[in-house]
T-cell receptor, first 115, second 113 residues
Framework: AQSVTQLDSQVPVFEEAPVELRCNYSSSVSVYLFWYVQYPNQGLQLLLKYLSGSTLVKGINGFEAEFNKSQTSFHLRKPSVHISDTAEYFCAVSDQGNQGGKLIFGQGTELSVKP | ETGVTQTPRHLVMGMTNKKSLKCEQHLGHNAMYWYKQSAKKPLELMFVYNFKEQTENNSVPSRFSPECPNSSHLFLHLHTLQPEDSALYLC????????????FGPGTRLTVL
């Protein structure tokens, strides 16, 4: 069975500072990895995804993530955050062999950007 | 209209009511999903439909009844709910076999009194 752990439930940071949101997964098979963002009272929006190829993935809004197979991690980073990045961020994994795929989500990390 | 839409956005119902949530996707996808998002808990997958066939039912109580008449529409019929069913219900869709990237609707905020 797969699982996803987001190591920090809340991350407070000042505007223009760098941020890293941590995500570790466990799986016995090859996986796809995703980061989603959820703004208040909205659904989830895809930030970026790793399917194959380069382990450094760039997404929207200046975010990027690096797939590290040996450490089973997929941490999300941004070099300089804005107030508008305040939201909840979810890491998710799906089994590459699972067509019509079930996504397993982490518990979420609440990013709070302060002026 | 683009993406994944959900109606209504907000719903308040009593425990004896019957109501339905609607989801529509305009992305040409062939898989659709219902998730439940409760406060301080991870998203819970409820149902999966691939090509209109239900392929996953995650031990959801029978007071939730899904319906998928075609690849673009998904319903969640609700009856005799409990207060603990109050949550944000999210619909998503994906194209089977393309990395299964799921795209989400804005959700329906359900309150059961």
């Amino acid at each position: 069975a797969q699982s996803v752990t987001q190591l920090d439930s809340q991350v407070p940071v000042f505007e223009e500072a760098p941020v890293e949101l941590r995500c570790n997964y466990s799986s016995s098979v090859s996986v796809y990895l995703f980061w989603y963002v959820q703004y208040p009272n909205q659904g989830l929006q895809l930030l970026l995804k790793y399917l194959s190829g380069s382990t450094l993935v760039k997404g929207i809004n200046g975010f990027e993530a690096e797939f590290n197979k040996s450490q089973t991690s997929f941490h999300l980073r941004k070099p300089s955050v804005h107030i508008s990045d305040t939201a909840e961020y979810f890491c998710a994994v799906s089994d590459q062999g699972n067509q019509g795929g079930k996504l397993i989500f982490g518990q979420g990390t609440e990013l709070s950007v302060k002026p | 209209e683009t993406g994944v839409t959900q109606t209504p956005r907000h719903l308040v119902m009593g425990m004896t009511n019957k109501k339905s949530l609607k989801c529509e996707q305009h992305l040409g996808h062939n898989a659709m999903y219902w998730y439940k998002q409760s406060a301080k808990k991870p998203l819970e997958l409820m149902f999966v439909y691939n090509f209109k066939e239900q392929t996953e039912n995650n031990s959801v109580p029978s007071r939730f009844s899904p319906e998928c008449p075609n690849s673009s529409h998904l319903f969640l019929h609700l009856h005799t709910l409990q207060p603990e069913d109050s949550a944000l219900y999210l619909c998503a869709s994906s194209k089977v076999g393309s990395g299964d990237t799921q795209y989400f609707g804005p959700g329906t905020r359900l309150t059961v009194l």
